[in-house]
């Protein structure tokens, strides 16, 4: 959608292919960082994405039975937005939409999935097979961006191969409601018995992620749903009766937890980004915010190209070359993240964090840089032609 509506806006012309009939993305990325509210208020869009419902969490918290940690504060970084906005999707991507839609250049075609590549002779994509109800047609043009997700069919068809690097755990997310006088602007993890949950604040609810070992859903489905209550109540006591809104498991949502990279995310003719390039695990929250940065990369490198029918391989390699090393930057501070929250939580009497971690985040100058690279991302990037 961003990098839909920044082509737009310079003129070139845009098919925005969404295989649902709406944008409805219940639990899926929520957390707007301030390196997109930045990018956002490059382009004077800032203000109106903070009009939407929408929750600000200025610190990230480990909670056990022992202790308090903050190793991710937000409100001290430099920077317009000191805090984690989380919006639900659905209102924020309608937001952009409603911008985009004021460009008789772009066009969204819902219910239309991408199900094959075109290639011409020499093997160049130059469209895509689209499905429509029954109707199917080819939409030919000069770049395929595949933005098309964790499950990318695109990437599958063009025959690339991921390397693999999802930890062995998954998560389950839930929703609880909130009371009037809950704490408002943190979010966290709460580890207890061996339990390991996120908790994240939005507008009206809490939503709960509760982790559990890779593989371990139907067991936890067999143990029923009385179980898995009083498990949250063990891990965040104060949730209390809250978690009797859970009613059955229809009620929890699985996420696979996923990493993997792309050596090469284009060929000639074709783009991938976000996901597609690289799936990002839940650590942080980053996953929409890089592939928001992938969106504005690929803009900056290609909108020239594009209006003028030039786009060449070298472009795309451009393009990838200056979001590659902040992706693998932040997936090893990821799998780092993973192995020393969950790995040392799950099944652990009592957690705290490695010795030397607690030492370096009493030094001032050191203890902002985490929650700097997770807000901003290793390598800020920035609208060049806003
Ligand atoms: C349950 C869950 C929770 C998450 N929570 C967070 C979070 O809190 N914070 C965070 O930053 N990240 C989170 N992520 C990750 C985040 O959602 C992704 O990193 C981010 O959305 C990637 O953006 P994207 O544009 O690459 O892909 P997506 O947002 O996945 O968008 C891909 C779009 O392509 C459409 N599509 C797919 N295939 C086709 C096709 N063949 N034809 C047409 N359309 C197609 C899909 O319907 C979808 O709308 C979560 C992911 C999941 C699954």
């Not at 602007?185 to 908790?199: D, H």
């Not at 982790?211 to 067991?219: R, T, Y």
Request: glycine share 6%; charged share 25%; proline share 5%.
């Amino acid at each position: 959608m961003i990098l839909a509506l920044l082509l737009a806006r310079k003129g070139v012309t845009v098919k925005l292919l969404e295989m649902h009939s709406d944008l409805d993305r219940d639990f899926r990325g929520d957390t707007v960082h301030a390196s997109t509210l930045e990018i956002l208020d490059q382009i004077g869009l800032a203000d109106g994405a903070l009009e939407l419902p929408h929750s600000r969490i200025q610190e990230m918290v480990i909670t056990t039975p022992t202790r308090v940690l903050r190793p991710i504060t937000f409100k001290r970084l430099k920077t317009k937005y000191p805090y984690l906005a989380m919006m639900p999707q659905e209102s924020f991507l309608n937001y952009l939409l409603g911008i985009a839609s004021r460009y008789t250049n772009f066009e969204i075609l819902f219910a239309s999935t991408a199900t094959d590549l075109c290639r011409d002779t020499k093997n160049k994509v130059v469209g895509v097979e689209v499905k429509q109800g029954s109707t199917k047609f080819n939409l030919m043009c000069q770049l395929v961006v595949a933005a098309d997700g964790r499950f990318s069919k695109i990437r599958r068809m063009a025959g690339f191969q991921a390397r693999d690097q999802s930890p062995a755990m998954d998560v389950a997310w839930i929703r609880v409601p909130k009371r009037e006088g809950d704490q408002d602007s943190f979010a966290g993890f709460y580890m207890a018995n061996g339990k390991l949950c996120i908790l994240l604040n939005r507008p009206d609810t809490w939503q709960i992620g509760y982790v559990f070992p890779k593989g371990n859903f139907a067991q936890l489905r067999e143990n029923g749903i009385e179980q898995l209550r009083s498990s949250l109540q063990q891990t965040i006591p104060w949730m209390d009766d809250r978690v009797l809104a859970i009613n059955d498991f229809k009620d929890v949502r699985v996420l696979k937890i996923k990493a993997d990279r792309l050596d090469k995310w284009y060929s000639e003719g074709l783009l991938l980004i976000g996901d597609a390039a690289h799936v990002m695990s839940p650590a942080g929250g980053v996953g929409i915010n890089f592939a928001i940065a992938d969106a504005v990369e690929a803009a900056n490198v290609l909108t020239n190209r594009l209006l003028q029918n030039s786009v060449s391989l070298s472009d795309l390699a451009e393009v990838q070359n200056r979001r590659f090393k902040p992706t693998v930057t932040i997936q090893k501070i990821q799998a780092m993240m993973m192995k020393n929250l969950a790995g040392r939580a799950l099944g652990a009497k009592d957690f705290n964090l490695p010795l030397l971690a607690r030492l370096l985040l009493l030094i001032p100058i050191i203890r902002d840089i985490p929650a700097k690279i997770i807000a901003l991302g290793p390598n800020p990037t920035r609208i060049e032609d806003p």
